[in-house]
Every structure is written in C-alpha cells, then in structure tokens.
C-alpha cells in the first residue's frame, strides 16, 4: 500500500510513542511511513518535529540514497526503542535500565545546537527572545529530533501509564493521560468502535441462540 495514501497516525499523546507508531495496520495492511527517505521526510513534517523549511534544505543537500539510508537507521533505532518500552511499559522506570540506553545518548551527542536571540513587536512593544536553533549539516541530523522525542518520552513520561491499545490486531501505544487512567484503545475511530461493534455481534449472537 502506498504510505502517502493514509495520513501518519498521531494518537499516543507522546511524541516518542507516536514516532514507535509510525508503523502500524490502521485497516487491513501494515503501512511503514518510514519506509523510504521521502516517507521520513513526510512524516517528520507532519509529526512537527522539523520545520518544513528545514526539511527543503535537507532534501536540497542529500541525495534520494542519503535519505532512505537514514530513513533505514531510523526504523533500526524504531525498533530498537520498540523493544525497550515494550519490556518496560506498564511499571516504573529503574535506575539501571539507563544502561540499556546508551545508544540514545551517543545519538543525542551528534546534535549541532546554537542559540540565537530573536525580535518581535506586539502592540508597538519589541520583545527579545532566546531561541535554540539546530544545524541541518546532512540528512542524519534528522535522528535528532526523534532522538529528543524518546528522550522526553524516557524523563517525562510515568511508564505506568504507559500502554498497548487492547485491540487484538492493533499495534499502537500511548500514554494515557485521562484522569482514571481507564483508556483502553488508541482511539475510538480506529480501536475503540470496532470493539463496540464486535461485542455487539456477539451479544446478539448469544441472545439468538439462548
């Protein structure tokens, strides 16, 4: 199936779980938006992480290989971190599990940040702001942002809460921010209705043959 046909699925509340869902089966067929260079680079943009500018000037820079070879190391480092939340999710993050995530911090040392101060005018009055700007030196400073993404994700998130839909064919996570913690589907449109419609099949299924 043709990734650009469906948009990317943005449902997990956490970036970093909504890049480990950019692969995933939202109606009979696996769709891997990350498939090539161009797929990264679309999906980047929608995810908000990279601003379009920025992703011109990448593709401007790299060739069609450059951009599915990092497309490639974005899907290894995908399902590398896949692995990590799959083993963890659902109780505490401990101190020694930082061992298992020195690849991240060896990626996140590659990134090329400065700061620079910015003007703006509101209301007659300019006000001064200092901005964190990144050098786009080539195609593999796009891992940064993701980098960061899953970074937050490990700081910022309580594992506890951090789940499975409970759809039996769906692959996506999230983080369940509801007050009770009682979210159980990554979305009623995709997950959460066809639950409704199966348990309604089968409850009629039972009465008719009671």
């Keep these: 199936m043709d990734y650009r046909q469906i948009p990317a699925i943005f449902v997990a509340d956490a970036p970093g779980l909504d890049f480990l869902n950019s692969i995933a089966t939202p109606v009979a067929e696996e769709i891997d938006w990350l498939e090539n260079g161009e797929g990264l680079l679309a999906w980047l943009q929608q995810a908000g992480m990279v601003a379009a500018v920025a992703l011109t000037a990448v593709r401007a820079q790299s060739s069609p290989a450059e951009l599915d070879a990092v497309a490639a190391q974005a899907r290894a480092l995908r399902d590398w971190f896949r692995e990590f939340v799959q083993k963890r999710k659902g109780r505490p993050l401990a101190a020694k599990d930082l061992n298992e995530l020195a690849p991240l911090n060896q990626l996140l040392e590659?990134?090329?940040?400065?700061?620079?101060?910015?003007?703006?005018?509101?209301?007659?009055?300019?006000?001064?702001?200092?901005?964190?700007?990144?050098?786009?030196?080539?195609?593999?400073?796009?891992?940064?942002?993701?980098?960061?993404?899953?970074?937050?994700?490990?700081?910022?998130?309580?594992?506890?809460?951090?789940?499975?839909?409970?759809?039996?064919?769906?692959?996506?996570?999230?983080?369940?921010?509801t007050r009770g913690h009682a979210r159980r589907w990554c979305s009623m449109a995709i997950c959460g209705n066809r639950a409704k419609v199966a348990a309604h099949r089968k409850r009629a299924r039972e009465q008719h043959s009671s």
Excluded at 144 to 172: N, S, W, Y
């Design 110 to 177: 590659r990134d090329d940040q400065y700061a620079e101060i910015v003007a703006s005018v509101t209301d007659g009055e300019a006000i001064f702001e200092l901005r964190t700007k990144r050098r786009w030196k080539s195609a593999e400073s796009l891992l940064i942002p993701i980098a960061e993404a899953l970074a937050r994700l490990v700081c910022d998130e309580d594992f506890t809460q951090v789940k499975a839909c409970e759809g039996p064919r769906c692959t996506l996570m999230f983080a369940d921010h």
